[in-house]
């Protein structure tokens, strides 16, 4: 196994606070799609308020998800290691990559939720699988009405295009539960002992990546950590909201929408003093779903940027990478190939 070398990144450039793009699902709906594809082209991500997803339902998820964390170690553990699904802590993925994060990665079929949740907690285990199926269900409704907008926004002929393949029963989704402890930054470590990635007060909970799915939809609490980058050593960090749901573009949407979406990468920080929580749903095709651009989407005479795959295809190269690697690229065509 490769072990990630931490760098540090205390001269990255500048990293000041941004106002995403705050979409109101309650205003009107020919406004509202035109405001969503446009921040999916000038960010990759944006905010939802006013999205229909109940209070009681993410303060359950919320409830359980701290309970979760606050277990004591060897407890959480029964529910590990990741391999993918489980709970992991410090290790992400299969290829080295570490951060201070811990997490519990779900796969969201109501069945392995039964079946996990049963290593979670002996006692309550209804309780959590019941919390997990209610918030996964809500939280795909919105992924779906947002996806629909979106198809009506592009004016693309078949406006379910991309909602249908959330909606099948054999959708790929999965929801990561992330845990992030507060860390001071010790400065008597600066000699060079304390060698974990850091900017100023903070650490690195999860590394720079793009999300390989096709949309995720992330809740945190009032903790902020979250950042974006919009160039290259440039980060902006997001403002916590735990009303609205921080919506951003993955590799899936920027291949399907040939590259017109951005799927922009972020990162989390932890806080010196409190907790980050955090929930993210990444709606994913079924694996068998042939991902290629949207024909209305590929201008006449060219063929699409990037070559069609499946997402069993597309899952297994993530996998086979590390957590800041470049996956799309893997099959982006040549220059030469896309002029007919
Ligand atoms: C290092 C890795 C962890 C990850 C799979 C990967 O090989 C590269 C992508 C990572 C990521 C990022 C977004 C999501 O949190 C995630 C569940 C996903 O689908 O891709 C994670 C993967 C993981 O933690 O298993
Ligand atoms: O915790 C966060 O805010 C970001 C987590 C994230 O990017 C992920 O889980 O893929
Ligand atoms: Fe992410």
């Keep these: 196994m490769v072990v990630a070398s931490p760098t540090p990144i205390r001269d990255e450039k500048i990293v000041s606070d941004i106002d995403l793009p705050i979409i109101d699902l309650s205003a009107e709906r020919s406004t509202v799609t035109k405001l969503i594809v ?62 201070e994060v811990e997490y519990l990665l779900l796969n969201t079929s109501p069945l392995t939720i039964a079946q996990i949740s049963k ?5 309550s285990s209804k ?28 004016r693309v002929p078949d406006t379910s295009v991309f909602s249908k393949l959330i909606r099948d029963v054999d959708s790929d989704a999965v929801l990561r539960l992330n845990h992030y402890p507060p860390i001071m930054h010790n400065k008597d470590c600066e000699g060079g002992r304390d060698t974990s990635p850091s900017y100023n007060h903070s650490k690195v909970g999860f590394g720079e990546h793009s999300d390989p ?56 920080l932890t806080n010196s003093y409190k907790s980050r929580m955090s929930m993210a749903y990444f709606c994913a095709p079924p694996l068998n779903a042939k991902i290629s651009a949207v024909p209305d989407l590929v201008a006449p005479q060219r ?38």
């Design 213 to 268: 799915q096709i949309l995720t939809i992330l809740r945190s609490n009032d903790v902020g950590g979250l950042q974006i980058s919009v160039e290259d050593g440039v980060w902006i960090a997001v403002t916590p909201d735990p009303t609205a749901f921080c919506v951003n573009v993955g590799d899936m949407f920027q291949a399907m929408t040939n590259g017109r979406f951005v799927s922009v990468r972020h990162r989390a």
């Design 38 to 99: 446009q921040a999916c082209e000038d960010y990759g991500f944006f905010k939802v308020i006013n999205h229909g997803v109940t209070k009681d339902t993410i303060a359950n998820m919320e409830d359980q998800s701290l309970s979760f964390f606050a277990k004591p170690m060897a407890e959480k553990q029964r529910a590990g290691p990741a391999n993918p699904f489980g709970y992991g802590c410090k290790n992400i993925g299969f290829s080295g990559d570490m951060g």
């Design 303 to 340: 063929l699409s940027l990037y070559k069609p795959f499946t997402w069993a295809e597309y899952k297994k190269a993530t996998y086979s990478l590390r957590l800041g690697d470049s996956r799309l690229e893997l099959f982006r065509r040549g220059d030469e190939e896309i002029a007919l």
């Design 127 to 154: 309780i959590f699988s019941c919390a997990v199926d209610a918030y996964t269900e809500a939280v795909r409704e919105l992924a779906c009405e947002l996806l629909e907008l979106i198809g009506e926004g592009l």
């Design 119 to 123: 290593t979670i907690s002996n006692d």
